[in-house]
């Protein structure tokens, strides 16, 4: 994800994350798959727990002396792109926010998003994201946030070799690997300029190791060069991978706001899977929605880790696109 934002409402943005989607086994995983699943259910169901129980003392205390926001934001969306790539196949989906603010500027924050099946493979069609941090100084001066966050996809994972065996030409034993990341956040803002950063502290960032990127390019490339030499240089991870967003808004009167974004990813160990994605839109505030415009756009080097099977067909996500949203902040 950009890295989520530890503000005291939710951003309209319809971009926020980056999505690398390797495909390079579309394999159902067997009995194990279900302990995967389990654990990752686990987590989702822990991690959620340890929102609730901190916000429910909050809560309490706000009834009293109103120290506290809670926004719930429902949004649906032509299309769901995270950092200009699309998570639900360039078709329509929705996402459901809920964002508690504490006066004393802790903020936690739970998103749940559908995603397609045929990109996070194996898995419920969900995406989760639980996140929690600090945010401190003036709104409209100099203000700055730190947290950390997990982006999960229940049950999701896919097959492939993490290794090619270069003396008998066959790739070697495949691997299970889940989509799930984890991140630490840096937020630096002035006014309604905000800018992120976010580290990724898990081994992997949504499944980017030589199993997903190097298979991906085997799979999708007419040339096996590419993806020979990709796993010529070893089995790799991208844990310590880089986010990078830059986000302003802007005032139009008459309850409209123009949006200009502009992010960069910079994975660890795989440079063919660095990107730039801009995004420039309207959202206008009309019968108590907000109605949004958005104009997406990303700079891949390698397309091929932006593609997947439907149907017997190969889709590709990173395409330039019109995104239009609904949302209602309660």
């Known amino acids: 994800m950009s890295a989520p934002k530890f503000s005291a409402r939710q951003s309209n943005s319809s971009e926020s994350q980056h999505c690398l989607l390797p495909r390079f086994a579309n394999r159902k995983s067997g009995p194990l798959a279900w302990e995967r699943i389990m654990r990752t259910y686990t987590t989702c169901y822990v991690m959620a727990a340890a929102l609730c129980s901190a916000a429910g003392p909050t809560l309490a205390i706000a009834d009293e002396m109103s120290s506290y926001a809670v926004d719930v934001t429902a ?148 040339d096996p060069t590419k993806g020979l030499d990709c796993y010529a240089k070893g089995d790799r991870n991208s844990r310590g991978s880089m986010l990078y967003d830059l986000d302003y808004k802007y005032a139009l009167g008459i309850n409209t706001n123009l949006k200009l974004h502009a992010g960069y990813q910079q994975i660890e160990n795989f440079s063919e899977a660095d990107f730039a994605d801009y995004g420039a839109g309207l959202v206008h505030h009309w019968w108590g929605f907000d109605w949004g415009l958005d104009w997406v756009t990303t700079r891949t080097r390698a397309r091929e880790l932006y593609m997947a099977e439907d149907d017997g067909h190969v889709r590709t996500t990173d395409g330039s696109r019109w995104v239009a949203s609904i949302s209602r902040t309660f």
Not at 168 to 186: D, I, K, M, R, W
């Open 75 to 222: 949004k649906v969306s032509s299309d769901i792109r995270t950092r200009g790539i699309s998570d639900s196949l360039n078709r329509p989906g929705a996402k459901v926010t809920i964002q508690v603010a504490h006066e004393t500027g802790l903020v936690a924050l739970a998103e749940f998003t559908t995603v397609s099946k045929k990109q996070f493979l194996d898995g419920d069609g969900a995406g989760v994201l639980l996140a929690g941090g600090y945010r401190f100084g003036d709104p409209d001066a100099w203000h700055y946030g730190v947290g950390l966050a997990a982006e999960m996809f229940p049950g999701a994972q896919f097959k492939a070799p993490n290794r090619f065996d270069f003396e008998t030409f066959t790739p070697g034993e495949e691997h299970s690997t889940n989509y799930n990341s984890q991140f630490a956040v840096l937020e630096i803002g002035y006014g309604a300029l905000e800018g992120r950063i976010a580290r990724v502290l898990s081994k992997n960032y949504r499944g980017a190791n030589s199993g997903g990127v190097c298979g991906a390019q085997l799979q999708f490339r007419d």
